[in-house]
Structure formats: structure tokens, C-alpha cells
Nanobody, 125 residues
Framework: QVQLVESGGGLVQAGGSLRLSCAAS????????MGWFRQAPGKEREFVAA????????YYADSVKGRFTISRDNAKNTVYLQMNSLKPEDTAIYYC??????????????????WGQGTQVTVSS
């Protein structure tokens, strides 16, 4: 069992930056693929970014490519999402997810085994 706790959300002006963190419990974190998803009101949960178990490969949604960076520190059992040049359309609840499958892009929510409770990101215009 893995428990995930996100932090770092908040209110920011357009063009600003935030860094989300996701702390994981359990000794198997380093073997999991990790992902970030988001869900805006009235919309489906959508893929944002994913990173393989070693951090050697990362994947991004087209809408965030070049602005967001996913990274992980396996020694700290933590995955990060650095978000720069934020836009109002980035406003959503951001969720961290863990998948026992260590490889691949992991773009579908159904691929993930564990989820955090989410953290709100609001970008004002």
C-alpha cells in the first residue's frame, strides 16, 4: 500500500510559478512510475505529466510541455511538479498518482494504482 500526500498548491497570478510536491509512504516508491493529473470543475481528469521509476524518462501533455517539469527524489520518496508561466486554464485540482508499472508514459488515469487527495491550483488573470 502506498499513501500519497500532495502540497504546494495555491493562488497565483498568470505568468507566475508554483512547485507541487507529492510525498509517498512505503519502501517501494522508487519502483513506481509517478504521474500528475488535474481536474477542473465540470471536466474529466486529465494527464499532466509522468516520470518513470528512475527518473530517466518523463512525459508531458501538449498543453504543459515547455512550461511544467516533473522530477523525483527517490531518496526522499517525493515527486515534484514545477509549474512555470502559469495560465488561467491551468486552474484545477492537481492529483499525484503512483503506478506499480515502472515504465511507459502512463497517460490514462486507469493505469494508476494509488492516488493522493489533491491540491488546488488557482491561476488568476
Amino acid at each position: 500500500q502506498v499513501q500519497l500526500v500532495e502540497s504546494g498548491g495555491g493562488l497565483v497570478q498568470a505568468g507566475g510559478s508554483l512547485r507541487l510536491s507529492c510525498a509517498a509512504s512505503g519502501r517501494t516508491f522508487s519502483t513506481y512510475r509517478m504521474g500528475w493529473f488535474r481536474q477542473a470543475p465540470g471536466k474529466e481528469r486529465e494527464f499532466v505529466a509522468a516520470i518513470t521509476w528512475s527518473g530517466g524518462n518523463s512525459y508531458y501533455a501538449d498543453s504543459v510541455k515547455g512550461r511544467f517539469t516533473i522530477s523525483r527524489d527517490n531518496a526522499k520518496n517525493t515527486v515534484y511538479l514545477q509549474m512555470n508561466s502559469l495560465k488561467p486554464e491551468d486552474t484545477a485540482i492537481y492529483y499525484c498518482a503512483a503506478d506499480r508499472q515502472p515504465y511507459g508514459s502512463g497517460r490514462e488515469p486507469r493505469e494508476y494504482n494509488y492516488w493522493g487527495q489533491g491540491t488546488q491550483v488557482t491561476v488568476s488573470s
